[in-house]
């Protein structure tokens, strides 16, 4: 039995939602509050393994509830339903530690999806805590920045369930790592991770790439070939640069993620595949939205769990510890002693503009490290530093 409750004002919202929630599964037992204060009161005398809760309501909104839950049963997941006003909020509160948002008017099958979710993870919650995976050493996240700890918090709770991510970030932010450490930290690690840069295949080869093909589907196919999807099968695939995937893969990639079934290119014999799916983009989806290159369905059954990645240029405290991570690196690569940084060398490549990228800020340090002194120093950045 899984117990949820339901804190949301409109009496109507309430119904309907009562209504899906115990249609779906006899194992929902839903109880209902008309608002914050008496939702608390309830969270505080019983046990619920799932709280729904509405942004906007008179005497205490959806934030300051969440907030409250945060403070007394932090293992309680919270969805927030948000109106049509309040998405901002409604991101925002996944920073602060919600679980994910539904929009009004609920749409069934995103509700269903976010229900199932939520509950496995508070499932997984108890037994993560003991058994906290360990990502590889070449996966080290650095940093101490609060964005840096909030996507860390984020990657803890999500990655030990099925939950579909988007991951989001300007080039070399570091999203490819945040999808390693969702598939290390998942119970899918022992399985396989496989990757698929879709900008990087031409678009009359990705379906085939994704999905396999038969001998004589076309020209060059002369044998069968299982696609990424079947290697991927019991562990992750990760869609990176989905932005850029032509609209018929989308459509069948759409496929793949609603009935968990792919075809090979040129049979019609469907395959059962378990998958779970982590996708990464540096593109402005909702704008190819817009403008009809990217399907808004997609969107939604890939983005349940949505993971901003900052760029450098937000967390500029992490700088000086990224350079003297990369400077260790570098010098054990390069089998020469490690180089130090004087204090005006780092300030002045704190205050770059890197426009995100921690592939160039390596590139910058290991160019330091060959051409400048035994310590760097201001002037050896301004001699050689420069980036672009
Ligand atoms: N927080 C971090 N700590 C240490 N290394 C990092 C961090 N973030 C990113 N890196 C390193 O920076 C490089 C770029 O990261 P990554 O490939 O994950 O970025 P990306 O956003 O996927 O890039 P692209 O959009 O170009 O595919 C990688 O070598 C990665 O290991």
């Known amino acids: 039995m899984a117990r949820i409750l339901l804190i949301e004002d409109e009496a109507a919202i309430r119904r309907v939602l009562i209504k899906i929630l115990t249609e779906e599964s ?3 037992e ?25 942004i906007k309501m008179p005497k205490m909104d ?3 509830v969440l907030e409250a839950i945060m403070k007394i049963k932090p293992e309680i997941p919270v969805v927030m339903i948000s109106g049509h006003g309040d998405l901002d909020t409604a991101v925002n509160t996944m920073k602060m530690g919600a679980f994910d948002y539904i929009a009004k008017p609920p749409d069934l099958n995103r509700l269903l999806n976010t229900v199932r979710n939520a509950l496995d993870r508070k499932e997984l919650v108890v037994e993560n805590t003991r058994l906290k995976k360990k990502v590889g050493k070449n996966f080290q996240m650095i940093g101490e920045s609060e964005e840096i700890q909030r996507i860390k918090d984020v990657i803890e709770k999500v990655a030990p ?6 991951i989001t970030g300007q080039n070399g932010t570091g999203k490819e790592l945040v999808a390693h450490w969702l598939h290390q930290k998942s119970d899918r690690s022992k399985g ?6 879709c900008a990087a295949i031409p678009s009359e080869l990705i379906e085939s790439e994704l999905f396999g093909h038969v001998k004589g589907a ?3 196919a002369n044998k069968d070939r299982a696609g990424k999807f079947e290697v991927a099968n019991g562990g992750t695939i990760f869609l990176d640069e989905i932005g850029d995937m032509s609209l018929s893969a989308q459509a069948k990639v759409l496929r793949a993620l609603q009935e968990n079934k792919i075809s090979r290119v040129g049979s019609g014999k469907d395959i059962k595949v378990d998958v779970r799916v982590v996708a990464a983009t540096n593109k402005d989806l909702k704008r190819e939205i817009d403008e009809k290159k990217f399907r808004e369905d997609l969107y939604h059954r890939l983005a349940v769990i949505l993971i901003e990645v900052p760029s450098l240029n937000e967390r500029r405290e992490d700088i000086p510890l990224l350079i003297d991570y990369f400077s260790e690196k570098i010098s054990t690569e390069h089998g020469t002693a490690k180089k130090e940084f004087t204090e005006n060398a780092l300030n002045t490549l704190k205050n770059y503009d890197w426009r995100g990228n921690i592939r160039e800020l390596r590139n ?5 490290i060959i051409l400048g002194g035994d310590k760097i120093t201001e002037e050896d950045v301004n001699l050689f530093g420069s980036k672009f």
């Not at 369930?161 to 988007?166: F, I, M, N, S």
């Open 192 to 197: 396989p991770m496989v990757e698929v840069n």
């Open 30 to 54: 839903v109880e209902e509050a008309a608002d914050g204060l008496e939702g608390i009161e309830k969270i505080k005398d019983q046990d619920f393994d799932l709280v729904l809760c509405d």
């Open 62 to 64: 959806g934030v300051e």
């Open 364 to 368: 910058v340090v290991e160019r330091l």
């Open 218 to 220: 076309f020209t060059s």
């Open 26 to 28: 006899e194992q929902y």
């Open 161 to 166: 369930t099925d939950a579909r991510v988007l």
